[in-house]
């Protein structure tokens, strides 16, 4: 998954662990609207996968919910400070 793809696509391979959102891979995002429209989809996601309710008993589904929540949190504080230490507006 590239980082050229949509954004939605991006956000959901960071959910799932197929792509590491690092200082390096926001260069290309460098733009507040870019910027801003990927923290639009992060939230939109997590609110996703917030909403998913599974039994108790129920493992693997829960702990697979908590990686994507993991991920997308910190994607979505990579995004805040790079774009805090680029004086970005978000």
């Given amino acids: ?4 793809s949509s954004p939605k696509e991006v956000v959901k391979a960071i959910g799932d662990g197929y792509f590491m ?3 390096t891979t926001l260069k290309p995002w460098g733009t507040a ?3 801003h429209l990927l923290l639009q989809e992060i939230m939109i996601l997590e609110r996703t996968f917030r909403n998913e309710i599974f039994p108790e008993d129920d493992y693997d589904g829960n702990r697979k919910k908590h990686f994507r929540l993991g991920n997308l949190r910190k994607a979505r504080m990579v995004i805040e400070s790079f774009a805090k230490s680029r004086r970005i507006q978000m």
Avoid: H, S
């Fill in 33 to 35: 609207e870019k910027l």
């Fill in 21 to 23: 959102m690092t200082v």
């Fill in 1 to 4: 998954m590239g980082i050229g």
